[in-house]
């Protein structure tokens, strides 16, 4: 013994795959594994199908039902997602549990009937494994033979004790499992003609009914209204059967639903209402028969916010038509789009732009959410780099320096997309360079996190203070050195930009540098007479920074520069930012 791994056994377990001839070399000459090495051996010696050393290592002491961890738990879970039968038997046989939970299925039972492996299924019950323990994607062994559409395996689980109607998983019981795919039909009927409680709420779903409506069981959907499913019942990802159905092209469905009474009006979910659904996609008779069904046009949630707005952002000009016939509000505000007009613009949608303005669309409107596309139309159309729109919405009138959004401008945001004209025709139009607020605090500092240097000269010469504090890297200058960009900096100093202010992500531009090790940015600091004692930030100094990030060569420099190399506190962790 000694050494990092105390013995030869131990050193080469860990890579087993690569050194599993030197395993057995070592086993066969009488190495004594301890239980914690030799559950690990056995776990991998199971995966990788080496029946000789499972042996090995059960005869001396290894515990079949010991978990070390990772995402395939005991032997036996190792085992059977390997599809190892001989290995399989074998820990059974030593008492193996099938009942232990923990792996990415739940337990073993519930991964042969994801795989479809009857055989292997049939084993674990007779030894003694429990169909009814819930976990694993999808909830359990009888929900894994719902989804993978195993009528074979669904009717050996049911006819050996398995609960219909346990609720576990995404989709809560294995009839919602089986109602989401079409393909499933007949798994689904059988589950029905088995006693499967239709009015079970919960999962993704949220129902029967609509779990059916969005896989396109109609069938089903007719089985499940006989029976009494409302399809008004609320709940999952969709809020209604109906909804589910419109936004899943089943039209079908929907045309049923509507004729059992679905309510047309019903909001919630990914699409608002059924009426969202059908516009986003571009269902033009389907958004007829709703609004013959009392669908209200300006219910406002979901996603697109409102009917109109959806229908602008797929720029669907024949629905948001027959909208407007049946008097849709143009102005009506919606969460992430905001308005039709800042949705179309948002895609550089000219046409539909152009009819909105015709309908009375406000230009100026701003969101009622922080959206990262931009609070405005404007800021919507600079964000998504449509040139040609940004000159109709200011021929309109549009605020080039309103403020609102993520980016609090317009000129914010084309800089922060990289938009080199767009930001020409902003300044053109008066846009203030200097205004203060949003993520990046100013338009300098968006256009040095873009790495785009021209822009930088540009928005310099039309007078951006280059020491402005703010947003998220507290001044234009730590951003540049946090994108490693040399030229930026150089234009940035010889502006006037003062590297010792404090604040921001970084605490100071010195510690960006450092943190991203830009050793070439760390000396122009210093050379530009930067403190490299300046305190701030997580790693309060510059040379704690470097310290921490392993740049051995920066804090050389740091020290020759006059760093105190106090390393007291500092963290042993490496940091996982990516900023």
Known sequence: QGGKHKTALQA????????????????????QPDINLATSILQRASYYRDEEVVCTVLKRGANPNAARGGSDGTALQYAVNANNVSITKLLLEHGAD?????????TPLAAVADMGNLERLKELLQHGANPNIPGGPHG??????????DVQILGFLLNNGADINIQSGKYGTALQAACCHKKNLDISKILIQHGANIHIKGGYHGTMLQAASYGGQLEIVNILLKMGADPNDTGGFHMTALQAA?????????DVLLANGADTNIAGGEAGTALQA???????EMVKILLEHG???????????????????????DIMEILFENGADVNIQGNYYGTALQAACREGRQAIVEMLFEKGADVNSQGLMVCVDGNTALQAACSGGHQATVKVLLEKGADVNSQGGFYCTALQAACAQGQ??????????????????????????????ARDQDMVEVLLEKGADVNIQGGVYGTALQAACAQGQQAIVDVLLEEGADANIQGGYYGTALQAACIKRRQAIVKTLLKQGVDPNIQGGRYKTAYRAAYHYGSVSIMQMLKEYGAETDLDSVSVFKSTNNM
């Open 12 to 31: 080469v377990c860990p890579d087993y795959r690569a050194n599993f001839d030197i395993v057995k070399i070592l086993l066969k000459h009488g190495a």
């Open 98 to 106: 099938p009942n232990i939970q923990g792996d990415r299925h739940g």
């Open 140 to 149: 359990g062994a009888l929900h894994a033979a719902a989804f993978s559409c």
């Open 246 to 254: 419109c936004d899943t092209w089943h039209f079908e469905i929907a």
């Open 278 to 284: 059908a516009a986003v996609h571009g269902a033009t």
């Open 295 to 317: 669908a209200e046009i300006d219910i406002q949630g979901g996603k697109y916010g409102s009917a109109l707005a959806a229908a602008a952002y797929t720029g669907r000009e």
């Open 420 to 449: 080199q004209a767009i930001v020409d025709v902003l300044l053109e139009e008066g846009a203030d360079v200097n205004i203060q607020g949003g993520y990046y605090g100013t338009a300098l500092q968006a256009a040095c996190s």
